[in-house]
């Protein structure tokens, strides 16, 4: 009797352990296949870690765009169709406004070839904000002329940049000359000008980017110069770039600048410069 009690006790225990390994194999199983389909679930994001996040290239710049002369400052006459410097700085101006915001600048205009901000309002936020202080040689005054002269042109950008503030003041115009073969692109700025460092890489990137669009043949010149005549550049502390984007009393020069399809592949080329420099 003793020995089959011993017997069935052992059974027990044995059967006990067997219950207990097959437990355990049971916990395995449950255990390894809750991990697998951990794994094959997918990850839940939020957007900010899957949307593909791309920058503009001009994002968080913002350029002051002044289109030369306007109103009844007609500028320099086309040779070609006795048209006028104004038509075309606006023109390219705009196309440049358009491509430069495409591209995520924030754009301003000295004025849009319809509109301009009254002298009595400039010469008042100038002397407001002591700019006339900064700049005596301003000639401001409260005459209305229909005009934007260079004077309140440079003083409205010195304005803007206390109140707006933007990174690069870039002026267009388009050259004459008493001589006919005279041809060419010039971008100059002022040697005074605190930036002047930037801004001589800046105009050799300007001339470079519409020198290898082939806009132009290998006669056309490409120069860049300081200078301290051009009033828009001179009077600021800011960085300010003026462009003759050729010459309208070169008759080669004036067929292309008088082509809209030459102003539009003009206008790229200097949005793709800043847009190289600036991003």
Not at 85 to 105: F, P, Q
């Amino acid at each position: 009797a003793l020995r089959r009690k011993r017997v069935l006790r052992n059974r027990i225990i044995a059967g006990g352990v067997l219950l207990a390994f097959i437990i355990l194999i049971i916990l395995l199983i449950v255990i390894i296949s809750n991990a697998s389909k951990r794994k094959e679930e997918p990850v839940e994001t939020t957007e900010e870690t899957t949307e593909e996040v791309t920058k503009a290239p001009l994002e968080g710049f913002t350029v002051l765009l002044d289109a030369g002369h306007g109103f009844n400052d007609f500028g320099a006459q086309c040779e070609v169709n006795g048209s006028w410097e104004k038509e075309y700085t606006i023109s390219v101006i705009l196309m440049l406004r358009d491509k430069l915001e495409n591209l995520g600048a924030s754009v301003l205009l000295t004025h849009d070839g319809k509109s301009y901000t009254k002298e009595t309002e400039i010469l008042e936020q100038a002397e407001k904000l002591k700019i006339t202080e900064k700049y005596p040689e301003l000639q401001l005054d409260t005459e209305e002329d229909d005009n934007l002269d260079k004077y309140e042109r440079v003083a409205l950008a010195n304005i803007w940049h206390e109140t707006k503030g933007f990174d690069l003041f870039l002026s267009l115009h388009f050259d004459s000359s008493q001589y006919e073969d005279e041809s060419g692109m010039s971008v100059y700025y002022c040697e005074d000008n605190p930036h002047v460092s930037e801004l001589g890489s800046l105009a050799v990137k300007l001339c470079s980017s519409v020198k290898s669009s082939g806009l132009h043949d290998n006669t056309f010149t490409y120069r860049t110069a300081y200078d301290d005549s051009y009033v828009v550049v001179k009077y600021c502390d800011y960085p300010a770039i003026l462009i003759e984007g050729g010459y309208l009393t070169n008759e080669s020069d004036t067929e292309k600048i008088a082509d809209d399809e030459w102003q539009e592949k003009f206008a790229a080329q200097l949005a793709v410069a800043l847009a190289d420099y600036f991003s």
